[in-house]
């Protein structure tokens, strides 16, 4: 009887070869090479450690093959590159994860950088009168900010009206056109996003004790002439964030079926999840008290309405939702990406809620 011939279980011919195996070392000398030279001109630990970390895994796969053979005995794959493959891939992820762990992190440093310079341009009115601060988030907005902010009347509801224009990153003419008003003009010297200009907005308010804090958009579409109306719930002390709403007001913004289709759907998972009861979960035309700022905790530099929502629910702010009429933008289109934005308003609802 013939014996059929078989091969050993955990053999990887390809390893076994000698120029493969010269190819790898030599590959794994180089991103040695490479890492070495990184540390010499930058002093970076982390690609240095990398670089190394990489150039020894290719090592062990080029001079003890054995070591995976082993590794597939107890994992029982009999196949030894199907094993490489995995350890290579996890490891691949980790890398992966970490090098996203440190981009957020350079990320978060330059926010925090870019804010701290902004804030420190801010000159408002230092006085002992009541103030209600009105943060305008723009960006490259020139055509709209000016009207804007001079529609603003000098007072509201017994409280002095104090305009602040955070350009954010604008590579148009915003700042320059907002400084033709009588408003505070900051500028961040590079676009954080909306919640990133409103964080510094906050801050700069936080800093010159303003009684009220409103934001508004700089595109024209709230209506300035219900300020009072925002307002009055928190100078009657009935309320600490008050909330505008197209839904139970008017809404003339032409958002299309799907945008309006996604707001009640979003507004609707907060209300679920935070135990609310708000119909427009994505409006920012918003008045907040302005002692109760530092009680919330703002991480967003983009998708920040259900994050000041579900952060004011979970500090025990009362919140006050009243009708307001939504305009069309005055020029210009919406900058809001479609499928992006949907995405991170999830993200943000979710993020907030767990933290």
């Known amino acids: 009887m013939r014996m059929l011939a078989t091969r050993p279980p955990f053999q990887a011919t390809g390893l076994d070869s000698p120029t493969l195996t010269a190819v790898l070392v030599v590959v794994a000398l180089l991103i040695f090479l490479w890492g070495f030279k990184r540390y010499r001109t930058s002093f970076s630990k982390a690609e240095f450690g990398v670089a190394t970390a990489i150039a020894a895994g290719t090592l062990v796969i080029a001079l003890v093959p054995d070591l995976f053979s082993a590794l597939g005995n107890v994992l029982r794959i009999e196949r030894r590159p199907l094993v490489i493959s995995l350890v290579a891939t996890v490891l691949l992820t980790g890398l992966v994860l970490y090098v996203i762990g440190r981009l957020r992190e350079q990320q978060l440093t330059i926010a925090e950088l870019t804010r701290s310079l902004t804030i420190d341009q801010a000159e408002l009115d230092d006085d002992d009168e009541r103030t209600a601060c009105i943060v305008i988030p723009a960006y490259n907005e020139a055509e709209n900010v000016q009207p804007v902010v001079e529609s603003l009347p000098e007072t509201v509801r017994g409280y002095s009206v104090v305009p602040l224009v955070v350009s954010d990153g604008s590579s148009d003419t915003t700042a320059r056109r907002a400084a033709r008003t009588d408003a505070a003009v900051v500028e961040h010297p590079i676009n954080q996003g909306q919640g990133g200009a409103l964080k510094t907005g906050f801050e700069i308010a936080r800093e010159n004790g303003a009684d009220v804090v409103v934001t508004i958009d700089a595109d024209g579409q709230h209506p300035i002439d219900q300020l009072g109306n925002l307002i009055g719930p928190i ?3 009935q309320a600490d964030y008050v909330v505008g709403s197209r839904y139970t007001g008017t809404d003339r913004s032409g958002n299309g079926a799907v945008r309006q289709a996604g707001i009640r759907t979003f507004t609707w998972l907060i209300n679920v999840m935070a135990d609310m009861n708000i119909s427009d979960c994505t409006n920012g035309f918003r008045a907040i008290r302005g002692s ?17 929502l579900i952060e004011a629910r979970k500090n025990g702010l009362r919140i006050r939702e009243i009708p307001v009429t939504i305009a069309e933008r005055d020029h210009g289109e919406s900058k809001k990406p479609r499928v992006k934005y949907a995405l991170g308003l999830m993200r943000t609802i979710l993020v907030t809620w767990i933290r």
């Open 235 to 237: 100078a009657d002390d």
């Open 292 to 308: 109760r700022l530092d009680d919330l905790t703002l991480t967003e530099e983009q998708f920040s309405a259900p994050e000041l």
